[in-house]
């Protein structure tokens, strides 16, 4: 089955840092790919997307690009905020699966200023 | 605000009772889920609703029971809680299908859910 997964967390970071969160996946066809953000006590944002491969989806200065040959989705950020700290998730929604997004379990980002 | 919009947004109950968790968007989506989240488990799906008048099971759905009363509405009910349903329900909503594009889920902002 679909399956999505992430570096675990928690991830710190000091204010301008690099960022890199990987995401790995495992689907059948050729899948839809996914990052949420989740700010404390909110629910899930949709952050980007991208889908096919070597389309690289972009917001508010992250990215990420679909590396159909590594099976991969990495989220990156050339320089981060204090305001990035959040849990991010990857998720896929594959070809078989019109409905439903299959999520990774989430990396907790703390952002120190 | 357009978007998904649940209630309550925090709820304590003890073991064995039952209680219904309301779900509501105004964007005219057509299919809507529920989700759980737990600590280092990520997101589960409990159940979905493709469209209006169909539900069907998602990978937790044991405990739980669905209504999709009319294109906007999509509750969860917990007839008998126990303490291993204690968890943040998220309820989301997403576009028709097929149509050749690719939505995200919108997302709305949580139950927090405690059974003692």
């Known amino acids: 089955g679909d399956s999505v997964t992430q570096m675990e967390g928690p991830v710190t970071l000091s204010e301008e840092a690099f960022l890199t969160i990987n995401c790995t996946y495992t689907?059948?066809?050729?899948?839809?790919l996914f990052w949420y953000v989740q700010y404390p006590g909110e629910g899930l944002q949709l952050l980007l997307k991208?889908?096919?491969?070597?389309d690289k989806g972009s917001n508010k200065g992250f990215e990420a690009t679909y590396r159909k040959e590594t099976t991969s989705f990495h989220l990156e950020k050339g320089s981060v905020q204090v305001s990035d700290s959040a849990v991010y998730f990857c998720?896929?929604?594959?070809?078989?699966?019109?409905?439903?997004?299959?999520f990774g379990k989430g990396t907790l980002l703390t952002v120190n200023p | 605000n357009a978007g998904v919009t649940q209630t309550p947004k925090f709820q304590v109950l003890k073991t064995g009772q039952s209680m219904t968790l309301q779900c509501a968007q105004d964007?005219?989506?057509?299919?809507m889920y529920w989700y759980r989240q737990d600590p280092g488990m990520g997101l589960r799906l409990i159940y979905y609703?493709?469209?209006?008048?169909?539900?069907d099971k998602g990978e937790v759905p044991n405990g739980y029971n669905v209504s999709r009363l009319n294109k906007r509405e999509f509750s969860l009910r917990l007839e008998s809680a126990a303490p291993s349903q204690t968890s943040v329900y998220f309820c989301?909503?997403?576009?028709?299908?097929?149509?050749?594009?690719?939505?995200?889920?919108?997302f709305g902002s949580g139950t927090r859910l405690t059974v003692v």
């Open positions: 989301a909503s997403s576009e028709a299908l097929f149509t050749g594009q690719t939505y995200g889920y919108t």
């Open positions: 689907a059948t066809g050729y899948p839809s």
């Open positions: 991208a889908t096919k491969a070597d």
């Open positions: 998720a896929l929604r594959s070809g078989g699966s019109n409905y439903k997004l299959t």
């Open positions: 964007m005219n989506h057509n299919s």
């Open positions: 609703s493709a469209s209006e008048g169909t539900t």
